[in-house]
């Protein structure tokens, strides 16, 4: 069975999709990674399939005007350690060993940092993405495509989406892949963006959020408001030698 075409509109008041940096400045649209951990937010099991990001457009924020991405001057404290990992956390939460939080306010070793973030404002999308099952689970497409929909349907998530950022929320609603936009609602606005990020993981086979970093780059050019993703496999995507 061939995979169809799954649509979401994807909106929130502040974006930033940004590479991997201590001061971040958005790409002015939405990564296919960022597209992709949307879709994996609302219905995902990373053992049977993953979502392959078809096609981004930019639409305008409700009664807005504008004919670009907007930007906004952000900064914000921060702190300097990364979380332990979820087996440490796990053994807080039941008791087998001490917790050890992370203090902001830690002056003695300087944890808390303030960061310039150059963030996207009042940010609209439409995504379209379908589902790639791992071999061994091409019988399951239609019964993932029917959940998945369900969830989208009733505004159902595994954790609450986010635009880049987990304090940017993401709101989505499911829609039909050949309902298109307004003529005014699709934003004219085009660009080369140069190359961009196209995922931190390896998605040529299954994975886990604890699996090592994959970086791979497309060349991103938005037409009229819409930016065509190639696919993962495609000679357009640039991985590392050997990915």
Known sequence: MKPKDQALEVWGELACFSEIKAERFSYPVITPSAARGVYDAIYCKPSEFRWQITRIEVLRWWDD????????????????????APSIIARWMTGKADPQPIWADDTEHDVRVQRQTMALKNVRYRLHAYIRPWPGFEDKIEAIEAQFRRRAERGQCIYQPYLGCREFPAYFRLVEPNEQPEPDQRMPWSADLGFMLYDVFDLSRPGTSDSPWHISIFRAKVENGVLDVPEYDSDLVLKPQGG
Do not use: G, H
């Open 65 to 84: 005007e504008a004919t670009a991405p907007k930007y906004i001057a952000l900064r914000r404290n921060e702190v300097a350690k990364k979380a332990p």
